[in-house]
């Protein structure tokens, strides 16, 4: 089992969706997450960072964690044809010397005009 | 103005020979990442150098090797490449283990 799974998609809503992008993870040292948009032949940028359960806003974008089901989501909402793109999630252990970050696998995002 | 940058950005080689990607951040940051990203879009660490010292090294054949002159570079040798290295190898950067990394724009490594 990956230590951390991500819905692979792909995902293609129309314009103005609400999208739901999720993941979850077995090693519970996993304290930090994050969200990294990757656009085609690009290199990933991150989107969001949390290291607490509940919920984050920046716009319209939301990334809950939920520690207790170990499971993390990104909500985008009022969806646009430039949110198009690999949506990768990211997460640090808290523990070990030599900490590291893990992604999951992505999702390809595809919003319509 | 780019912070991470790598050349070079495509390459395409015969089996069999040795190739090299450099990578330079002018952030400032002291701990610097090579990532390999399949053609399914998995991203796997590879390296991760701290203050030009190696504290990362997962399972890659040692015919990887890493190569730190100072902290802002970072460069990736590859001796005797075979099929399953075509991949795209991404360079990164951060402050810290637990902070943002930055990713470079790619190198897109093609063995034929």
């Known amino acids: 089992q990956k230590e951390v799974e991500q819905d692979p998609g792909p995902l293609s809503v129309p314009e103005g969706a609400i999208v739901s992008l999720n993941c979850t993870y077995s090693?519970?040292?996993?304290?930090?997450f994050m969200w990294y948009r990757q656009y085609s032949r690009k290199g990933p940028e991150l989107l969001m960072y949390t290291y607490s359960s509940g919920n984050k806003e920046d716009g319209r974008f939301t990334a809950q964690v939920d520690k207790s089901s170990k499971y993390i989501s990104l909500f985008i909402r009022d969806s646009q044809p430039s949110d198009s793109a690999t949506y990768l999630c990211?997460?640090?252990?808290?523990?070990?010397?030599?900490?590291?970050?893990?992604f999951g696998s992505g999702t390809q995002l595809t919003v319509l005009p | 103005d780019t912070a991470v940058s790598q050349t070079p950005k495509y390459l395409v080689t015969q089996m069999g020979n040795d190739k090299s990607i450099k990578c330079e951040q002018n952030l400032g940051h002291d701990t610097m990442y090579w990532y390999k990203q399949d053609s399914k879009k998995f991203l796997k660490i590879m390296f991760s150098y701290n203050n030009k010292e190696l504290i990362i090294n997962e399972t890659v054949p040692n015919r990887f090797s890493p190569k730190s002159p100072d902290k802002a570079h970072l460069n990736l040798h590859i001796n005797s490449l075979e099929l399953g290295d075509s991949a795209v190898y991404f360079c990164?950067?951060?402050?810290?283990?637990?902070?943002?990394?930055?990713f470079g724009p790619g190198t897109r490594l093609t063995v034929l």
């Open positions: 990164a950067s951060s402050q810290g283990i637990n902070n943002e990394q930055f």
């Open positions: 990211a997460m640090i252990s808290s523990s070990g010397s030599a900490r590291q970050l893990t």
């Open positions: 090693n519970s040292a996993f304290q930090y």
